[in-house]
């Protein structure tokens, strides 16, 4: 009867001592175990035969303190993964990111707008948003991340997060067997390929391999009488070397590929998960449908036999079983073993690992929507139409956001967004592109509704030069402007967000150019946003009808600036730099 492992988090650290007293008393009775079968072993040679039957007792009775103990080890695995998933959600509840995983391979400058809004890096939300452990499954989320707006599917998949996000001790157990046992340096990086090709049918060896084990058991039964003298042994081992060397290669490549039994165990304990919950949403039926076998076979028992055919295929050149294999030709039979399960079953499981990745992504998805317990609801239009009620980023701290409510559709498809420094423009752009993100990827977003049209997603936010390139830090924002005018003139419809526009020029350049831009977009489709200082650009709103000024203020105080966060029509009546500047010690008048 298999022993399921304790997930509740109530208590740990006390369970934890537990486990580790009984781990300790269980390392002892092995010892004494391990003893007695050694002395039963001796007095079998030196003796009498009975005592044979004593050293199987011993055996039998040091294999179950084995498994007895690798439970224990496991489980106090189970409670320090749940110990580390505890202090890991306090530090995302208080968003203190910097220890957790960036994600930072997976920046992109040439992306429309994953660079721009904080998916990736150092306080990002991919760190509060990941929880996975394999690198497949990392990639997978990322790339979901990065994946243009398409939120008819994210509207599908968010009736199976919200699903997936009520079964709490599901979530907290399969996150917690991945901590605790996967390793990916462990992991075969080509397991599906390899797995899926068939293995040379030798059928002769299995007759010669079971000619070698009651072989081996007789002459050793008769040299131990005396029958026979012992240099037979030495005749036996040579000539069952050729046939052992018929299997060596494919047993040692078989040995370098099969993931290690704690991956296994990872794959194991995910599948038994997965097989006692029930699922009602079509999307979480049909990825755990892709999880059977066609031939009708439990796919968890189909890898409990390929860890117990790995158990002895990666232990083959140990001190031990060297004699062993020489003895008894047991190579042979394994092989067998091996080739059957693997052209029987190779192909049905090659895809095991990328389908368990699928399941750790939509964990992390369900685990972040029940950690941040967001109500909102969310809805699609068919409408090129934006609109938010009670919106905020997701990586401010929930008590200290300032909430917007925003609209905007084609009546007014470009707002100009002027405004203090420190006022808010930034996030509050970022606040909309991070949320349309979210609700891609099925979640629910940081507002009380959102109401989201079919468009894609572009950002102009952070344009840095580049030295090796000879590329400025303007022309890199050019850059990207180019970039979405050619996708709004190849009929693209883009909800776009350019902040400080034109900010590397000269202010008659900048307002000359901007307004060009502006007048330039007259014809196309789209949703966008542009913020700049150039308060000279809101007269634009009285001379085109598809324009609409907002803007965040300041209130200057003798020694502070203070901010309300809060988006208000109309443009910005009045700007702080030059306090800013004072407040830094900058001394305006002083000519000394």
Known sequence: MKRSFDFQSEGIQLKEQLVQKKMAAFSMLRLFLFIALGACVVLFFSDAFYWLFAAGLFFWAFVWAIQQHHFLKDQAAIFQSLSKIQKEKELRAGRILKDLDPGSEFLDINHPFCNDLDLFGQHSFFQLLNHTQSNQARQFLASQLKAQLHVEKGHQLHGAIRELAGKGDFLRAFEAVGKAFYNEKEQAIDWSKWMSQTVRSKSFLHVIGWIGLVGGVIIGALAYISVIPSQFLGIWFLLGLPFLGLVFKELKEAGDKIPSQSVLKTYRNWLNLLDQENFEHPILKNHRNKLGQASGASTSELLEELDRLSLWIQNRLNLLYIPLNLFFWIDLLIYHRWARWKNSYGKEIAGLPEELAHWEVLTSLAIFEREESQSGKWELSDKMEFEAK???????????????????????????????????????????????????????????????????????????????QSISSFYAELSRIKGMIDRLESGEKLFFLLDEILKGTNTEDRIAG????????????????????????????????????????????????????????????????????????IRFGNKS
Do not use: W
């Open 390 to 468: 009670g919106i905020f980023h997701p990586l401010l701290h929930p008590q200290t956001a300032v909430a917007n409510d925003f609209s905007m559709d084609q009546s007014g498809k470009l707002i100009l967004l002027t405004g203090a420094n420190m006022s808010g423009k930034t996030t509050f752009m970022r606040t909309l592109g991070i949320n349309l993100v979210l609700v891609n990827l099925g979640l629910s977003p940081f507002a009380e509704f959102l109401r989201v049209g079919s468009f894609k997603l572009y950002t102009s936010m952070r344009n840095s030069d580049n030295l090796g």
């Open 514 to 585: 901007s307004e060009a831009l502006i007048r330039q977009l007259a014809s196309r489709e789209f949703l966008g946003i542009i913020s700049t200082h150039d308060i000279e650009l809101s007269r634009l709103e009285s001379e085109i009808s598809y324009l609409k000024n907002y803007s965040f203020h300041s209130q200057i105080q003798e020694e502070t600036i203070d901010f309300d966060y809060l988006i208000k029509p109309g443009p910005c009546p009045s700007f702080n730099a030059h306090k800013l500047m004072e407040l830094m010690g």
